[in-house]
């Protein structure tokens, strides 16, 4: 699994820092525990590559969304050290209604602030 995580992700975040004026590429995950539902053993393959995020050799943000589920928060809990937690709690309802929407979006914006004032190299 190493080897196809160098060759995809490595390799791809290379070629961009090669060839970009970006300081920090944003990968998002989003839905993490909804990825490889039917088959335990991908998910638990694609959980163990997080950990490999920790040793790419660039400066990049990996931007997680997920419900909480036992083997990702155990995951996210083994590498607390690297990871600025956010829990926003909405339950399994959809979330449509404006007013909402606009509270989360601000609920970010000031969180990802707080972390950049805090954390002034990300």
């Known amino acids: 699994m190493m080897q196809e995580f160098d060759n995809l992700i490595v390799t791809s975040l290379k070629a961009?820092?090669?060839?970009s004026n970006t300081d920090y590429p944003v990968i998002i995950l989003d839905a993490l525990?909804?990825?490889?539902?039917?088959?335990?053993?991908?998910?638990?393959?694609?959980?163990?590559?997080?950990?490999?995020?920790?040793?790419?050799?660039?400066?990049?943000?990996?931007?997680?969304?997920?419900?909480n589920d036992s083997?990702?928060?155990?995951?996210?809990?083994?590498?607390?050290?690297?990871?600025?937690?956010?829990?926003?709690?909405?339950?399994?309802?959809?979330?449509?209604?404006?007013?909402?929407i606009s509270d989360i979006h601000v609920f970010f914006e000031r969180q990802l602030e707080e972390i950049r004032n805090h954390h002034s190299y990300l």
């Open 16 to 19: 961009i820092a090669d060839n």
């Open 33 to 67: 525990d909804e990825c490889s539902i039917q088959n335990k053993d991908h998910r638990r393959a694609l959980l163990n590559t997080i950990k490999n995020w920790l040793q790419v050799p660039f400066n990049v943000k990996l931007f997680v969304t997920s419900c």
């Open 71 to 100: 083997d990702i928060f155990c995951v996210m809990s083994s590498i607390e050290q690297a990871v600025q937690q956010q829990k926003l709690l909405t339950g399994k309802v959809a979330i449509t209604d404006e007013k909402t």
